[in-house]
């Protein structure tokens, strides 16, 4: 139930809810429209990220396959040689619907590569190439997820409110009105009887001409 409420008496009180029912069923279109933009765009963020998964996955194996190769002809100093200084940079790019920001994409900047350094095999020029675009794609795949995580988080939210204004605010709003209207009706019609009666009265008690 909706949390108790003090409606002002009479005609103020009939203004007081008409008000609040219709700005209730304002915010109810409102959000009924933005589930109806949302839950399109979290079915397209969710291929994106089907996809971006499959990529990563993809660009994952073929890293370790290089790795491998890289090992088995220069251990594991090899690798460690070809490790460079400073961390990859990671940048996230956003966008919004309707009010909700989340990650649209992510890049990927390498650290600049050590001119001095000579590959220690043959294997470590496409190992360390194959490793950049497996952090790329699994950038872009987290990138995907977390858009993902908010879009749905935030049609559940959606959600709840429209439920709650469907099952409990709405109906109480519409209950309290026709209740009040109901009184005002039968109040004016009291009024109205007793208007008359007075007329009446009034009338039978002057002397006749």
Same mark, same amino acid.
């Given at each position: 139930?909706?949390?108790a ?9 009939? /203004?007081?809810?008409?008000?609040? #029912?219709?700005?209730? *069923?304002?915010?109810? $279109?409102? #959000?009924?429209?933005k ?8 079915q397209?963020?969710?291929?994106r990220?089907?996809?971006r998964?499959? @990529? &990563?996955?993809?660009?994952y ?6 790795? #491998?190769?890289?090992?088995? #002809?220069?251990? *594991?100093?090899?690798i460690?040689g070809a490790?460079?200084?400073r961390?990859a940079?990671v940048?996230?790019? &956003?966008?919004? =619907?309707?009010?909700?920001s989340?990650p $649209? $994409? =992510?890049?990927v900047?390498?650290?600049?590569p050590? $001119? ?9 020029v ?15 795949? @987290?990138a995907?997820? *977390? ?14 409110? /429209?439920?709650?204004l469907d099952?409990? &605010?709405?109906?109480?709003l ?8 109901l009184?005002?009706e039968?109040? *004016?019609?009291?009024?109205? /009887?007793?208007?008359r ?7 039978g ?5």
């Amino acid at each position: 139930m909706p949390v108790a409420r003090t409606i002002p008496p009479g005609r103020a009180g009939r /203004m007081w809810l008409r008000g609040r #029912l219709a700005t209730a *069923e304002r915010g109810r $279109d409102q #959000l009924d429209r933005k589930l109806r933009i949302l839950i399109p765009e979290r079915q397209r963020l969710q291929t994106r990220l089907q996809l971006r998964q499959e @990529a &990563w996955s993809a660009a994952y194996d073929e890293a370790q396959t290089w790795l #491998l190769r890289a090992v088995l #002809l220069g251990g *594991e100093d090899a690798i460690r040689g070809a490790t460079p200084a400073r961390l990859a940079d990671v940048e996230v790019t &956003w966008t919004s =619907a309707m009010g909700l920001s989340y990650p $649209d $994409d =992510a890049v990927v900047a390498d650290p600049a590569p050590d $001119d001095e350094a000579t590959p220690a095999n043959a294997a470590i020029v496409p190992a360390t190439q194959a490793f950049r675009a497996a952090l790329l794609a699994g950038a872009r795949a @987290a990138a995907a997820a *977390e858009a993902v995580a908010r879009l749905e988080s935030e049609i559940a939210v959606t959600r709840r409110r /429209m439920r709650a204004l469907d099952k409990r &605010w709405l109906p109480w709003l519409r209950d309290a009105l026709a209740r009040l209207e109901l009184t005002l009706e039968q109040t *004016e019609q009291e009024d109205g /009887m007793r208007l008359r009666r007075a007329l009446g009265a009034s009338s039978g008690g002057r002397p006749g001409t």
